[in-house]
């Protein structure tokens, strides 16, 4: 009986030291994977040595001791920093990357069966592929990523794309953009904003002689999230497209394209446009162009009917100084109540901005 | 010079490089306590980032415009668009520049600000 409790006694003791080492070994491996899966903070000795390294040191022995034992932080340190820094500082950076064997790091990593790891790595060789040496050794990878089903990798893979500068591969980026999921198609635009003047010479032309209205609206949008100056000559026609949404977007970009007298007389005939909405985005651009000739029809839209029309007439004329804002004055007063409220909101900002 | 990013790493990049040029550096992790060490420190210049804890990059720079410190003011940002650079300018900024930057061509403009 007694032999009996001992050997029982004796298993469950050894069942019981059994699951605490097990117990052990998970929060080894676990701690060990936070480290190596980039933890937020990046500590103190390893910040001071990179940017020792980016400050233009060629003296490598702090980082490689770092290296040795803690990959993950310095990988982590290394894709926090390239984020934020160009020229030849983020060249100094993607070639530590390859001296200490992290692009082979990320590569193995895209295969990680956690998801946001595999994603992380695609990212991080995405981000990488800016320099020609690093591009070169993670190309398969990244071409692969372009087939993934998830949006995240394949975003990866337009990365490497755009890397490459050629116009070719910059089209395919493009129009991948406008058939992608918004996110996508925003984050696609941002990057693919440094090259507008390559696309305009040739792709984005193209594009914009397709008669596919969804495409259109499409590529129209991504000119003008772009947000800058695009030498596009070919807007006239598509400032007369008989689709009222392909006008709007396209009355969106005259301030962004060389002034013709094609556009701005397009431009002035969208403000008396039946649709309310063209001559909402006519007086919006019109307002940013600061075009004195429009004052006459931004008075007429700011007396119409919809305060939305309204408000927006009203703003631009507070863009036109110093003409735009005596109409607002004279119109505040008025007994047109829409107007006079949209004239006296726009006044006021006009007045602020004046202030400030 | 006064640095303000809230991102550490990029913090201490910027001030081990403007040092290694030569730059006496003073470092803030957020606008308020830039604007405090602005207002005891009055340094030549200041890089400021734009999106920033407590006071983001457009208040300090209105701030040090207000309170006449006469500080040349860099502003370093992500933000890109045409309306952020023209507000900033707006604001009074004396350069402006959009990440990613690179290190040496911030340090040839503190140097041109400073001369001035």
Known sequence: ?356 | VLVADDDQMVLTVLSGVLQNFGMECHAAPDGGSAMQLLRRLRPHAAVLDVNMPTLDGFEVLSAIRSEALGIRVLLLTARQQESDVLRGFALGADDYMVKPFSPLELVARLKRLVRQ
């Not at chain 1, 290296?67 to 020229?87: D, E, F, K, N």
């Not at chain 1, 970009?253 to 701005?264: D, F, H, Q, W, Y």
């Not at chain 1, 927006?312 to 047109?336: F, K, M």
């Open chain 1, 1 to 356: 009986m007694t032999g009996t409790l001992l050997l029982t006694a004796v298993a469950l003791f050894g069942g019981l030291l059994l699951i605490m080492l097990a117990l052990l070994a998970l929060a080894v491996r676990g701690a060990r994977r936070r480290q190596e899966s980039a933890p937020a903070a990046i500590p103190l000795d390893i910040r001071e040595a990179l940017a020792d390294y980016v400050a233009g040191s060629d003296d490598l022995s702090r980082l490689r001791a770092v290296v040795a034992t803690r990959r993950g932080q310095i990988a982590h340190a290394i894709a926090s920093l390239h984020q934020s820094l160009g020229g030849s500082a983020r060249d100094r950076l993607c070639s530590l990357a390859l001296e200490f064997g992290l692009v082979q790091y990320w590569i193995e990593e895209t295969g990680s069966p956690y998801p946001d790891r595999g994603r992380n790595a695609y990212a991080q060789l995405a981000s990488l592929s800016v320099y020609e040496p690093c591009r070169r050794i993670a190309s398969d990878v990244l071409l692969k990523a372009l087939k993934s089903e998830d949006s995240e990798i394949r975003l990866a893979g337009y990365r490497f794309l755009i890397h490459t500068r050629a116009a070719g591969e910059l089209k395919f980026v493009l129009e991948a953009a406008i058939s992608q999921n918004l996110l996508t198609r925003i984050r696609l635009t941002e990057y693919l904003r440094s090259h507008a003047t390559t696309l305009c010479e040739r792709a984005v032309p193209e594009w914009l002689r397709s008669g596919d209205v969804r495409r259109l609206c499409g590529i129209l949008d991504i000119l003008a999230a772009w947000e800058r100056a695009i030498p596009l000559e070919d807007l006239d026609r598509l400032l007369h497209h008989q689709d009222p949404e392909v006008r709007i977007r396209a009355l969106r970009l005259v301030p962004l394209v060389p002034c013709t007298a094609g556009n701005a007389a397009a431009l002035m005939s969208a403000l008396a446009d039946a649709d309310p909405n063209v001559g909402l985005a006519a007086a919006a651009s019109a307002g940013r162009m600061r075009l004195q000739e429009a004052l006459p029809l931004l008075a007429r839209l700011l007396r119409s009917a919809s305060p939305e029309v309204s408000r927006a007439a009203a703003a631009a004329l507070a863009q036109i100084p110093p003409r735009g804002p005596q109409v607002l004055r004279e119109i505040s007063g008025g007994s047109n109540a829409v107007a006079a409220a949209a004239a006296g909101e726009a006044l006021l900002r006009f007045d602020h901005r004046g202030a400030a």
